[in-house]
């Protein structure tokens, strides 16, 4: 093998463990994005958390 496919392989294997982790996270930040939402978190300018207004 040359360098070109090691690197290619070394790239193939490290997107695959990285889409691992985020299909195993997934759970966990979609529960993270529902308590954001219920504790009134919104981006924005009118975010109350932000402006200092809570």
């Given amino acids: 093998m040359n360098a070109k496919r090691i690197l290619v392989a070394e790239a193939v294997l490290l997107g695959g ?9 997934f759970p ?10 219920m504790a ?6 009118g975010n109350p958390l932000r402006a200092g207004r809570a």
């Fill in 28 to 37: 966990g930040i979609v529960r993270e994005v529902r308590l954001w939402r």
């Fill in 17 to 25: 463990v990285a889409l691992a982790v985020l299909v195993a996270e």
């Fill in 40 to 45: 009134g978190f919104r981006p924005g300018p």
